[in-house]
């Protein structure tokens, strides 16, 4: 199906405005967390209410790569080629190794325990940055269990650290995260406050900034209130333009705060990512479906 809303010239140099969207896999519960693996040729995603993280490739389909996922959610893959996983249930931060074990690389802030890990990405220098919202708190995809931090923050765990450094706590619910090609800046969306937000990346990984870049509910165009849908999984393609899950599917933003367009989805799409050799297919983790649609325009590759 046609999905391309243009609103902007400029989006034609991104996105055919008649591509169409291809719907690879469906009779999930509710997707999130996709990855390419470039070495593997294949995609990791979470069905977190299943419990599951899935493996797709187009020779085989889908198939289940680990259950039980600790109800996972986020997913990435280190510069080793190492799986990366965000679990809600056990809410720590885990490494796969040789043999399909599993390293714990964080669970604890100050004493408490994390909220429940939700997004991450690599940085070049092989840290991580994660949010760490509340939701994988609530029952059915992770809890019940009981906040032990005072706040909902963003983090940044150095290589070989045992405990990750807090990077920002001024959220209601921090989310989807992208990291922009020369890491100078940060966007980070909250998903109740229904935004996204930016920040500047300055020496030893300080932030500062942190102003409004993208406001869903006073920013849509005509036509598009209502739609269901929130700020949540979010990438970067490499001219920096922002893809971000909200109202009727995945919005496009240039690095100005322009809305380009919108793809529409047929499903509250909750993240996205880039795939294949070319980075040019945008796969689409969308409530009960998997999605991928091919674009113009390439991604920031396997960690971002």
Not at 29 to 53: N, V
Not at 232 to 250: A, E, I, Q
Request: net charge negative; aromatic share 8%.
């Amino acid at each position: 199906m046609t999905c391309v809303e243009q609103y902007e010239p400029e989006l034609k140099a991104l996105v055919d405005p008649v591509a169409e969207l291809e719907c690879l896999s469906e009779g999930f519960q509710f997707t999130e967390g996709p990855i390419w693996d470039r070495t593997k040729r294949c995609l990791y995603f979470s069905d977190i209410p299943a419990d599951t993280i899935y493996r797709y490739t187009k020779a085989n389909g889908v198939e289940v790569y680990r259950k039980p996922s600790h109800f996972s959610n986020g997913l990435t893959i280190d510069h080793q080629g190492r799986l990366l996983t965000c679990e809600h249930q056990t809410r720590r931060v885990t490494r796969e190794g040789a043999g399909g074990s599993v390293e714990v690389l964080a669970e604890r802030y100050q004493g408490k325990r994390l909220n429940s890990p939700n997004d991450i990405i690599v940085t070049r220098d092989g840290a991580l940055i994660f949010t760490d919202p509340h939701y994988g708190l609530m029952p059915g995809i992770g809890g019940p269990a009981e906040q032990e931090l005072p706040f909902r923050g963003v983090y940044r765990l150095d290589p070989g650290a045992t405990e990750p450094t807090l990077l920002a706590d001024d959220f209601a619910a921090p989310n989807g995260l992208a990291l922009t090609g020369d890491e100078r800046r940060l966007y980070v969306d909250d998903t109740i406050r229904s935004h996204i937000r930016v920040f500047d990346v300055g020496d030893g990984w300080t932030l500062s900034g942190g102003r409004v870049f993208w406001e869903f509910s006073n920013g849509e165009v005509p036509g598009s209130s209502g739609l269901p849908g929130v700020p949540d999984g979010m990438k970067l393609d490499t001219h920096g333009n922002v893809f971000c899950t909200g109202p009727g599917g995945v919005w496009i933003l240039s690095p100005g705060a322009v809305v380009l367009g919108r793809i529409r989805m047929p499903e509250v799409t909750a993240n996205l990512n880039w795939g294949e050799d070319d980075t040019r297919t945008l796969y689409l983790t969308a409530s009960t479906s998997l999605y991928q649609l091919r674009c113009i325009t390439s991604g920031r590759g396997k960690t971002l």
